[in-house]
């Protein structure tokens, strides 16, 4: 049997759906819409996959649950960051498909289906209470935090379901949401938003 492979990749993500702010599917509760249409978006500040690393480099992920995300059947795409050499968009895969364990591994469990996986150019940007993420020709994404009644940001911590368990996430609402690829075509604004920091490791 072989030595596991070391791995961690921690910075900054944010998602964004078609539910109702704050998305029940964290909570296990039915999409407010029967199906949820996911989109993710990381930006990998600091990261590595046994010798290789994987600083300063985005990954992305559009997800459809067609009922409860609970009950799984999910298809899955996902997009990464053209500037990855070969090496490291084999590390990217593996860690973001599940296949080297952590939390991730979780998540992609409920995935059925690989719509495919593709390498492209992803433009990831955040200031202040917003985060921006582009794919050309395919997703555009942008969510700003709703404050909460003290001024500060409103978080959620610790749901039974979640992309980010490391970090409480923070709130936040759709300023616009666009992704048309495979057989898919979506587009709504003012819908559901998290972001925060992340930390992945086996």
Known sequence: ????????????????????????CVWLQPPSEGDCKLLVAWHIENGYFAEQSLNDLNVALACYAPANMKDGNWQAALYIDERANDVQFDAITQIFSGQQGGHLEILMSFVTKVLGIKKVKIDYR?????????????????????????????TISNPPLCVVSSHPSTVAKSKQYQYQDYDKDWQF??????????NYQP
């Open 1 to 24: 049997m072989s030595e596991p492979i070391e791995w961690k990749v921690q910075g900054s993500y944010f998602e964004t759906c078609n539910c109702e702010t704050a998305c029940p």
């Open 126 to 154: 955040e200031k202040d209470s917003k985060r921006f993420m582009s794919i050309p020709g395919i997703a555009q994404a942008e969510i700003e935090s709703i404050q909460g009644i003290t001024g500060e940001q409103s």
């Open 189 to 198: 604004s003012d819908r559901n938003g998290y972001y925060s920091a992340f």
